[in-house]
């Protein structure tokens, strides 16, 4: 089940909106303004977001703006007002979806599922990953930046692969170890810096037209969208 954040200054509707997605096994956070929304988005990092429109301290378009600098995360807008210039709106600055109060909340959890489906199918599936100028291709092993092939091993692909795949996610070096090399592997986790490292030197020949592999330090890596 997912994560979800559900941000509104209204009590009411975040405590029913919190029972129907518990009732769905989903963990939930609540903001109720705006500044709690990022500051929560960056602690809780939710699967999707359930963003209400007019929040004090910041309005939901500028938290939507904030958090589409740094993430692709789902975002189902929620106002009292329908106009459609704040639906457009809304939908240019990055959210996945609009909805319109007073709503159903059963029909506010189909909203969900199906971004959820789509992100699920998304993930297990697709073979193909593309963010700027780059492109993944695990069905045969590919990686181009601006059309050229980038020579890389098989394991430095599939490094690649995992934290493109799951972009602005943090991977501590533990869990890729887990992921790429299996748990009996008998190791630690100075492998993945050195595979890692070898992968940094050879894409940067390339440049990079909005990604980078970023080193979270205590932590570990993660692919970020700029």
Known sequence: MAKLLIA???????SVLSEYA????????????GVETIDKFKKFEPDLILLDVMMPRMDGFEVCRNIRRDSNVPIIMIT????????IMGL???ADDYIVK????GEVMARVRAILRRLNISTENSKIFTCGNLTINLEN?????????????????????????????VFSRDLLL????GFDFYGDSRTVDSHIKRLR???????????????IWGVGYKFAIK
């Open 80 to 87: 009292a007002r329908g106009e459609d210039f704040e639906k």
């Open 178 to 181: 887990d992921k790429l090399w």
């Open 8 to 14: 509104d200054d209204n009590k009411q509707i975040t």
């Open 102 to 105: 007073p709503f159903s909340c």
């Open 92 to 94: 240019d600055i990055g």
């Open 141 to 169: 092993y590919m990686v181009e930046i601006s059309n050229k092939p980038v020579r890389l091993t098989k394991k430095e692909i599939e490094i690649l692969w995992t934290l493109a795949s799951a972009a602005n996610k």
């Open 201 to 215: 030197a050879k894409l940067e020949e390339y440049s990079h037209e909005g990604w980078e592999i970023e080193t």
């Open 22 to 33: 518990k009732k769905e096994g989903h963990t939930v956070e609540i903001a109720t303004d």
